[in-house]
């Protein structure tokens, strides 16, 4: 396989720092560097504080791989790129504890289109919106082929329902409370 980064405009890591979990994308093709973020930050001050050295790091080290793996002038470009903080509709800042599902949000809506394009589906407020997708990415978490448990994990869901049923109504909150008895 023929492999060139040169083919990409947008690259993409995931970054946990201080409990917290965000997307940084490089646009390649014109030298920008970006923090796609749940939270709401009102200064720039508050961003640099926010992120501190993380956001420089890696765009130090991704260069320096682009370098070193005969990309000279991508990875200069990467060097040179500016960190921008973006500003979105649907940053929150009353939520601290949901950034993996805004991330895992992030990641699967985000193509390298125009920000004030970006559709995300997400409300600034409610938790409705929240809750379907912690039961989305922890379902296809617990059930992908990739789970080593997959199986074990199935079997005890199977379980579960089937015990649940037999009482009638399968309450959801106890389904959940009472999971590791299955």
């Given at each position: 396989m023929n492999f060139s980064w040169t083919k990409y405009d947008v690259v993409s890591f995931l970054v946990y720092a201080d409990k917290d979990y965000y997307l940084v994308c490089f646009e390649l093709k014109v030298g920008k560097m970006f923090a796609i973020d749940s939270h709401m930050h009102f200064d720039e001050q508050e961003q640099i504080?926010?992120?501190?050295?993380?956001?420089?790091?890696?765009?130090?080290?991704f260069s320096s791989y682009l370098s070193y793996s005969g990309n000279a002038k991508l990875g200069n470009a990467v060097k040179e790129s500016k960190i921008e903080y973006q500003q979105m509709s649907w940053k929150t800042s009353t939520n601290k504890d949901d950034s993996a599902i805004y991330l895992m949000r992030?990641?699967?809506?985000?193509?390298?289109?125009?920000?004030?394009?970006?559709?995300?589906?997400?409300p600034t407020r409610g938790l409705k919106s929240l809750q379907i997708l912690?039961?989305?990415?922890?379902?296809?978490?617990?059930?992908?082929?990739?789970?080593?448990?997959?199986?074990?994990?199935?079997?005890?869901?199977?379980n579960h329902l089937i015990a649940c049923s037999k009482n009638g109504k399968i309450d959801v909150d106890a389904l959940i409370a009472n999971w590791d008895k299955y």
């Amino acid at each position: 396989m023929n492999f060139s980064w040169t083919k990409y405009d947008v690259v993409s890591f995931l970054v946990y720092a201080d409990k917290d979990y965000y997307l940084v994308c490089f646009e390649l093709k014109v030298g920008k560097m970006f923090a796609i973020d749940s939270h709401m930050h009102f200064d720039e001050q508050e961003q640099i504080d926010k992120y501190g050295d993380a956001l420089v790091m890696l765009r130090k080290f991704f260069s320096s791989y682009l370098s070193y793996s005969g990309n000279a002038k991508l990875g200069n470009a990467v060097k040179e790129s500016k960190i921008e903080y973006q500003q979105m509709s649907w940053k929150t800042s009353t939520n601290k504890d949901d950034s993996a599902i805004y991330l895992m949000r992030h990641m699967e809506t985000y193509m390298g289109q125009k920000l004030k394009d970006w559709q995300l589906g997400l409300p600034t407020r409610g938790l409705k919106s929240l809750q379907i997708l912690r039961a989305k990415y922890c379902t296809a978490l617990l059930i992908s082929d990739f789970n080593c448990n997959c199986e074990i994990v199935k079997e005890k869901t199977k379980n579960h329902l089937i015990a649940c049923s037999k009482n009638g109504k399968i309450d959801v909150d106890a389904l959940i409370a009472n999971w590791d008895k299955y």
